[in-house]
């Protein structure tokens, strides 16, 4: 008899909690991290809003809470994503420990061992590592500059063992930066349509673009409300105010948003009440919007110089994308060359990346690499950007 469980067994611990150690020393450039950066965090004004609370306020803060979320934060929350067109009265709304807890709670109302979960190939590894605590099989499809393959997508969607679900993060993807167009989302709703295949839209980034033009495009597929697919749509306060207040949620139909809060009722009871005030308060005094326009301008700024930099240096065959949002830049690299090799002389030159094959649902593809501008100032990505491209065409010359 095995002294640990399967599911436990199943899990591999990641190459960017490594690196996430290393990206603490202070003479490391980390380019490899997904986290917002420090600085940015709105300190003073969540101090002064919560100094301003009464008393009984804050004791609420103090004690636990219902499990599917404060009223009052499920209320200002609902106006914000009323606001991008989503169906806050008709589906219902759940505050989760993170979004990385709406994934896997969603992820274990409809997965069993064995059961196939269809992912974009990258992937954000929280959702694959959530896909596999569930002993799923995650069958990674194709990605393009426009979003995840309709091929693939069809010959699965046609199998007689289908997937239970098709996980995609539409806006600002992680790690690939794609921003879905309008016509890929169409496409991939008419392919699940009546097919009892659920779609998780992950939408952690998607307040963060860059360029108004492309609003239009931001409107999640769960605002379209589409006949015949569960949309579960999941979101985050983490890229917009902070990810130590450990705030996500979950927007689903009543059947599934069912289950979820008796899941989630077995993980933690609730989420803390502490931070859902000082984020509830942080909408209701309207800090939100402009604190949004604020890191989306840095970001923004970030990424042009990012980019600006790979045009002036990278070897002509690496491919890759201007970002348009979020916090990532997806390099691909010519097939011979393994990123994980690439990354070993980096960090000699004291600049860190995430290695491809981290996203890669087979744990295979290593010829790509991602690169995160949130948490490195212009300063860093100016000193660090040459080191990488020298360390790159060092690769490519053999
Ligand atoms: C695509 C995506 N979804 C979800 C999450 C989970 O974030 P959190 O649990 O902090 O809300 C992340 C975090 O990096 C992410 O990149």
């Not at 990206?23 to 969540?46: C, H, Q, T, W, Y």
């Not at 393009?144 to 069809?154: A, N, R």
């Not at 949620?249 to 803390?272: F, Y």
């Amino acid at each position: 008899m095995p002294r640990f469980s399967s599911s436990s067994s199943a899990l591999r611990s990641s190459e960017i909690r490594d690196l996430m150690k290393l990206a603490a020393r202070s003479d490391i450039i980390s380019f490899a991290g997904g986290m917002p950066d420090n600085k940015l965090f709105p300190v003073r004004e969540v101090e002064e809003l919560f100094g301003r609370l009464d008393l009984s306020r804050k004791q609420t803060a103090f004690q636990y809470g219902p499990t599917p979320g404060l009223p009052s934060l499920l209320e200002s929350l609902g106006g914000f994503l009323a606001d991008k067109g989503l169906p806050v009265n008709r589906d219902r709304l759940m505050i989760t420990t993170g979004s990385q807890q709406a994934i896997s709670i969603l992820a274990r109302v409809f997965l069993d061992p064995g059961d196939r979960a269809l992912v974009e190939n990258p992937c954000f590894i929280g959702a694959l590592a959530a896909f596999r605590a569930c002993q799923a099989e995650t069958v990674g499809l194709r990605m393009d500059g426009e979003g995840v393959s309709i091929e693939e997508l069809e010959r699965e969607a046609a199998r007689s063992d289908a997937a239970k679900f098709l996980y995609l993060t539409p806006y600002f993807h992680n790690p690939g930066g794609v921003l879905y167009s309008g016509e890929r989302k169409r496409r991939v709703v008419e392919t699940l349509a009546g097919k009892d295949i659920a779609l998780i839209e992950d939408d952690a980034y998607g307040d963060l673009y860059f360029y108004e033009e492309d609003r239009p495009r931001l409107r999640p597929i769960k605002a379209e409300d589409p006949e015949g697919v569960d949309v579960c749509y999941t979101g985050s306060f983490s890229k917009i105010l902070g990810p130590g207040l450990r705030l996500g949620w979950l927007l689903a139909p009543p059947e599934i948003h069912e289950r979820c809060e008796r899941i989630k009722q077995s993980l933690d009871a609730c989420s803390p009440s502490f931070t859902q005030i000082i984020a509830d308060e942080f909408i209701r005094s309207g800090l939100m919007a402009p604190y949004i326009k604020r890191v989306r301008r840095e970001y923004r700024k970030r990424a042009e110089l990012m980019g600006d930099l790979l045009e002036a240096t990278l070897p002509p065959s690496v491919s890759w994308s201007r970002p348009r949002g979020g916090f990532y830049i997806w390099l691909t690299l010519p097939e011979q060359v393994d990123a994980t090799e690439l990354l070993k002389r980096s960090i000699r030159r004291g600049v860190i990346f995430v290695a491809g094959r981290t996203f890669d649902p087979e744990g295979r593809r290593n010829n790509a690499l991602r690169l995160s501008y949130c948490n490195t100032d212009e300063k860093q990505i100016e000193r660090g950007v040459p080191v990488l491209a020298e360390v790159l065409r060092q690769a490519l010359e053999g």
